[in-house]
T-cell receptor, first 113, second 114 residues
Framework: GQQLNQSPQSMFIQEGEDVSMNCTSSSIFNTWLWYKQEPGEGPVLLIALYKAGELTSNGRLTAQFGITRKDSFLNISASIPSDVGIYFCAGRAGGTSYGKLTFGQGTILTVHP | GAVVSQHPSRVICKSGTSVKIECRSLDFQATTMFWYRQFPKQSLMLMATSNEGSKATYEQGVEKDKFLINHASLTLSTLTVTSAHPEDSSFYIC??????????FGEGSRLTVL
């Protein structure tokens, strides 16, 4: 089956630093999504990417759909304490918008004030 | 984005009882919803796809008689954990797809079976 490798598994950074995390897949995806999950809550959609090479920003967050369609990265600039949480990438290989998502293992982000 | 709501957010039950979790799409219709299970510090594991008007599709290894799914309307799907046991304790999350294929998740339901 499809596999997503997300790295790093965890990050401990100082407030104000930039953060970068990425996901690579064993197969081609046509959709990449990035989510943030806080303790005891469901994941919240941060950025959705639909075309190879697409670069999209949402405030301090920027994500790109890799040109090979097998990878994506998420950058967070000037991190703040409320950025703490688990970040998940998710990809879809199917041709329909209702195809199943494959999730990465998550990146646990800790921001020290 | 679209809003998906789950209820209850937390439930504690005795072993052997059944628990129902509701998932509603509040501002859009969803012919398909997805149910996930998540263990602490792990990723989301897809359990089943809930289909309005037809049977749910279960992932390999998920017992359909244990986890009953009913997609009663275009805005409501329910997951019933039957004869719950402590090993069923987990965080259950539902989701529904938006128009562009993105998934919107509910708040999650924490089940604790004593």
């Amino acid at each position: 089956g499809q596999q997503l490798n997300q790295s790093p598994q965890s990050m401990f950074i100082q407030e104000g630093e930039d953060v970068s995390m990425n996901c690579t897949s064993s197969s081609i995806f046509n959709t990449w999504l990035w989510y943030k999950q806080e303790p005891g809550e469901g994941p919240v959609l941060l950025i959705a990417l639909y075309k190879a090479g697409e670069l999209t920003s949402n405030g301090r967050l920027t994500a790109q759909f890799g040109i090979t369609r097998k990878d994506s990265f998420l950058n967070i600039s000037a991190s703040i304490p409320s950025d703490v949480g688990i970040y998940f990438c998710a990809g879809r290989a199917g041709g329909t918008s209702y195809g199943k998502l494959t999730f990465g293992q998550g990146t646990i982000l800790t921001v020290h004030p | 984005g679209a809003v998906v709501s789950q209820h209850p957010s937390r439930v504690i039950c005795k072993s052997g009882t059944s628990v129902k979790i509701e998932c509603r799409s509040l501002d859009f219709q969803a012919t398909t919803m997805f149910w996930y299970r998540q263990f602490p510090k792990q990723s989301l594991m897809l359990m089943a796809t809930s289909n309005e008007g037809s049977k749910a599709t279960y992932e390999q290894g998920v017992e359909k008689d244990k986890f009953l799914i009913n997609h009663a309307s275009l805005t409501l799907s329910t997951l019933t954990v039957t004869s719950a046991h402590p090993e069923d304790s987990s965080f259950y999350i539902c989701s529904a797809p938006g128009r562009s294929g993105e998934l919107f998740f509910g708040e999650g339901s924490r089940l604790t079976v004593l």
